[in-house]
């Protein structure tokens, strides 16, 4: 069973406010290695943790922040259905709240949609000290904006998440897993090709080596795809998308920085050094290199992409210009700016974390 701690983290996010000290949003902290400079005094959610309410006929589950993610997954699998968005958990103590938070999404995301697509609410305690809830519950969404979409992936900057509201979806009743070996250019044009046809793809990726699709939903709907994709059945395919959306596939056993890049998935191979697995059907490239920062960034800018330095990010502790965030364009931050303004103006809240000059 959890326990409701909203009123003693509000009060220390009030005194917080009161001092203009900055706090530490700490759940399970399994994703510590995600983000910028990480200070501040710790706000423990770790107790804040049990599930408010669970309709299996309604889809929808609602959860208080500090819940592991793996309780949470439990208990939906207990009623056959999931989190379609398959978070990754990067560590045992993963909790939804920090889930949410950094907005993760398996390899299901192209198909199923991203964590921002299954928030329908939540409830959220401001830098200011406040507790407000949004997504049709008591406060209307500001300027226009769904801000329990907002919160996710905005890494606590905005406020600490106290309950998330989502929508579940049943398991598919069948899977299989094709892989073909192929080359770079290759397997981009399989994985395009195969995404704008009608069959139950429910994720897509290359590893240097292969190309490998999962087929899901009912047993006769995957056996009619299968005949029209080429490729062996993955014996290990279950395992394979667990250690892919657990950075667990020996890929990602690399010390070199970790770069998610984001592109249009038909977008040709980058011209840029280094190790790559591509996911998402193309449209998530991860990528280890030594390269500097901006060169990795203009390559992906120039391809109307964006570049996130995920892993290992201290490999550039001597250099400047390497935030780990893409920069953003003045209009989007102007935009950041002001919703920061709004929710925490004192920016106590995860200070630098997401992007520095936010203040």
Same mark, same amino acid.
């Given at each position: 069973?959890?326990?409701?701690?909203?009123?003693?983290?509000?009060?220390?996010?009030?005194?917080?406010?009161?001092?203009?000290?900055?706090?530490?949003?700490?759940?399970?902290?399994?994703?510590?290695?995600?983000?910028?400079?990480?200070?501040?005094?710790?706000?423990?959610?770790?107790?804040?943790?049990?599930?408010?309410?669970?309709?299996?006929?309604?889809?929808?589950?609602?959860?208080?922040?500090?819940?592991? &993610?793996?309780?949470?997954?439990?208990?939906? !699998? *207990?009623?056959?259905?999931?989190?379609?968005?398959? $978070?990754?958990? @990067? +560590? %045992?103590?993963?909790?939804?709240?920090?889930?949410?938070?950094?907005?993760?999404?398996?390899?299901?995301?192209?198909?199923?949609?991203?964590?921002?697509?299954?928030?329908?609410?939540?409830?959220?305690?401001?830098?200011?000290?406040?507790?407000?809830?949004?997504?049709?519950?008591?406060?209307?969404?500001?300027?226009?904006?769904?801000?329990?979409?907002?919160?996710?992936?905005?890494?606590?900057?905005?406020?600490?998440?106290?309950?998330?509201?989502?929508?579940?979806?049943?398991?598919?009743?069948?899977?299989?897993?094709?892989?073909?070996?192929?080359?770079?250019?290759?397997?981009?044009?399989?994985?395009?090709?195969?995404?704008?046809?009608?069959?139950?793809?429910?994720?897509?990726?290359?590893?240097?080596?292969?190309?490998?699709?999962? &087929?899901?939903?009912?047993?006769?709907?995957? !056996? *009619?795809?299968?005949?029209?994709?080429?490729?062996? $059945?993955?014996? @290990? +395919? %279950?395992?394979?998308?667990?250690?892919?959306?657990?950075?667990?596939?020996?890929?990602?056993?690399?010390?070199?920085?970790?770069?998610?890049?984001?592109?249009?998935?038909?977008?040709?191979?980058?011209?840029?050094?280094?190790?790559?697995?591509?996911?998402?059907?193309?449209?998530?490239?991860?990528?280890?290199?030594?390269?500097?920062?901006?060169?990795?960034?203009?390559?992906?800018?120039?391809?109307?992409?964006?570049?996130?330095?995920?892993?290992?990010?201290?490999?550039?502790?001597?250099?400047?210009?390497?935030?780990?965030?893409?920069?953003?364009?003045?209009?989007?931050?102007?935009?950041?700016?002001?919703?920061?303004?709004?929710?925490?103006?004192?920016?106590?809240?995860?200070?630098?974390?997401?992007?520095?000059?936010?203040?």
């Amino acid at each position: 069973m959890g326990k409701d701690l909203s009123l003693e983290l509000q009060a220390q996010v009030s005194a917080a406010y009161e001092q203009e000290t900055p706090l530490r949003i700490i759940g399970g902290d399994s994703k510590a290695f995600y983000g910028g400079e990480l200070m501040g005094a710790p706000l423990l959610l770790s107790g804040h943790k049990g599930i408010v309410s669970y309709e299996p006929s309604e889809l929808v589950i609602t959860v208080r922040s500090g819940t592991e &993610l793996r309780e949470v997954e439990d208990t939906l !699998a *207990a009623q056959g259905q999931m989190l379609p968005f398959e $978070p990754p958990h @990067y +560590g %045992e103590r993963a909790t939804i709240g920090g889930t949410i938070a950094c907005g993760f999404s398996g390899p299901s995301r192209p198909f199923a949609g991203s964590a921002r697509d299954f928030v329908l609410g939540c409830k959220v305690l401001t830098g200011k000290g406040d507790i407000v809830s949004f997504g049709g519950q008591v406060m209307k969404n500001v300027a226009g904006y769904d801000v329990s979409r907002l919160m996710t992936g905005a890494l606590g900057s905005l406020g600490v998440l106290l309950e998330v509201s989502l929508k579940v979806l049943p398991k598919p009743e069948y899977e299989v897993t094709l892989s073909m070996p192929l080359s770079t250019n290759e397997a981009l044009d399989v994985m395009c090709a195969r995404a704008a046809k009608p069959l139950p793809l429910t994720a897509a990726s290359f590893d240097g080596e292969a190309v490998n699709l999962r &087929l899901s939903g009912a047993p006769n709907a995957v !056996a *009619a795809a299968r005949k029209k994709i080429a490729g062996d $059945p993955l014996d @290990y +395919g %279950e395992n394979y998308w667990r250690e892919v959306r657990e950075q667990e596939h020996y890929f990602f056993q690399q010390l070199l920085p970790l770069w998610r890049l984001s592109v249009a998935p038909a977008t040709l191979h980058l011209p840029l050094q280094g190790q790559w697995f591509f996911d998402w059907g193309g449209a998530q490239r991860w990528l280890f290199s030594d390269m500097l920062p901006a060169e990795i960034r203009a390559a992906v800018a120039a391809e109307g992409g964006h570049a996130t330095l995920f892993r290992n990010k201290d490999y550039y502790s001597g250099i400047t210009h390497a935030p780990v965030f893409h920069p953003l364009h003045k209009p989007v931050a102007k935009l950041h700016q002001n919703l920061k303004t709004v929710f925490d103006p004192k920016n106590i809240l995860n200070r630098d974390r997401f992007y520095p000059d936010l203040a």
